[in-house]
């Protein structure tokens, strides 16, 4: 998180009051740049990095939005809004230039947080709220603004546009405080913590940092990725309950994604923001144009992996999660013989597949 629990709170169980109430007072347009607002200054005080980067994207998603509409150029010219990935990871971030300001940024950031912290999301949802303007003719401007520096879910997403917040205006006076709907939005705020600061730091205490035999990277590669999924989770938890109490629906992260028995329905599980992203703006694209939904959905989760991080251990990742569901897609038929047998085995494959590709992934293995 980008602060300690107590400031976070204390942001929320403030701000997101007044945050609704001023809607009756100053309209909602202007509720929003006050919040807007207030999250820059916020922003600045975890990361100055980030609000030089969400001063770019705001810049690129303007000059291509005048672009496309006044000058015609072809929308796939959007995808220019993801050159940022490319100075943040891989190669060029380990520049000596790039280090200096690494070191620089890391140095001013509160209580020594990641300077890019959330970096990669941002870049995503400049680029949906971009296409979402594009769909509208309209600019959105302040309601992109609030969508890119919502404070709650700036770490880990989830990924989503500015429709989310362009919606809320019209939504009827009264009903982001029903009760029922606060203590919904609280219990899985308080889950997503749990699963944040103390689920997830439990198993991860598990996993041997230096491990000397075979049981023991074993026993570290399925703590690790189970410890995983409830770091990842518990983000997503708190976002979705934050953005909740202020009148906000955001996009489900996780599913029980641990239930899949494929690696297509472990993706309709896992990271469904994710998945979304590619199914919308990478693999559909391709299809039309290509009719190939193998080589679609391979060259889709490429893009994944390296969206993650440009580096051998995303590349394979990429190439592992894409091969396995271009197999998928080839042979989706089912059989009724045997199906708990074969559910089962589906169950345990699918599993160990993930698990050992998070592990290459993340350099344990």
Not at 46 to 75: D, E, G, T
Not at 182 to 195: N, P
Not at 198 to 209: R, T
Request: net charge positive; glycine share 6%; proline share 4%.
């Amino acid at each position: 998180m980008l602060y300690p629990t107590g400031i976070f709170l204390i942001y929320l169980f403030i701000g997101a009051p007044l945050f609704s109430f001023s809607k009756l007072f100053i309209g909602y347009r202007s509720s929003l740049i006050f919040l807007a607002i207030f999250n820059l200054f916020l922003i600045t005080l975890a990361s100055p990095f980030l609000i030089l980067l969400i001063s770019l994207q705001i810049l690129l998603m303007l000059s291509m939005y005048f672009l496309i509409k006044q000058y015609k150029f072809n929308s796939n010219y959007a995808w220019l809004l993801i050159l940022p990935l490319i100075f943040l990871s891989g190669p060029i971030f380990n520049l000596p230039l790039s280090e200096y300001f690494r070191k620089l940024f890391t140095g001013i950031t509160f209580n020594e947080t990641p300077f890019k912290i959330g970096a990669t999301f941002i870049v995503l949802k400049s680029y949906i709220s971009l296409k979402q303007w594009i769909k509208r003719d309209k600019i959105l401007i302040i309601e992109a603004l609030s969508a890119l520096t919502f404070v709650p879910s700036l770490p880990a997403g989830p990924i989503h546009g500015c429709l989310e917040w362009e919606n809320n205006k019209f939504k009827k006076k009264g009903t982001d405080y029903k009760i029922q709907n606060v203590l919904i939005a609280i219990s899985r705020i308080f889950w997503g913590i749990a699963s944040l600061m103390v689920i997830a730091p439990l198993l991860a205490s598990v996993v041997p940092k230096d491990p000397d035999s075979f049981q023991q990277i074993v026993l570290g590669v399925y703590f690790r990725f189970i410890s995983l999924f409830f770091d990842f989770s518990g983000y997503s938890s708190v976002a979705i309950g934050s953005a909740a109490l202020f009148g906000i629906k955001l996009p489900e992260n996780f599913d029980k994604p641990f239930l899949a028995t494929n690696i297509k329905e472990f993706w309709r599980r896992w990271h469904m923001s994710m998945s979304n992203f590619i199914g919308t703006y990478i693999y559909k694209p391709y299809v039309r144009l290509s009719n190939n939904k193998r080589l679609g959905i391979f060259i889709a989760f490429i893009f994944a992996g390296l969206w993650h991080e440009i580096s051998l251990r995303f590349l394979l990742w990429g190439i592992g999660h894409g091969t396995c569901m271009a197999v998928t897609i080839k042979n989706s038929s089912k059989t009724k013989k045997y199906w708990l047998i074969n559910r089962i085995l589906s169950y345990l494959l699918t599993f160990n597949i993930v698990t050992f590709l998070s592990a290459i992934a993340t350099g344990y293995i």
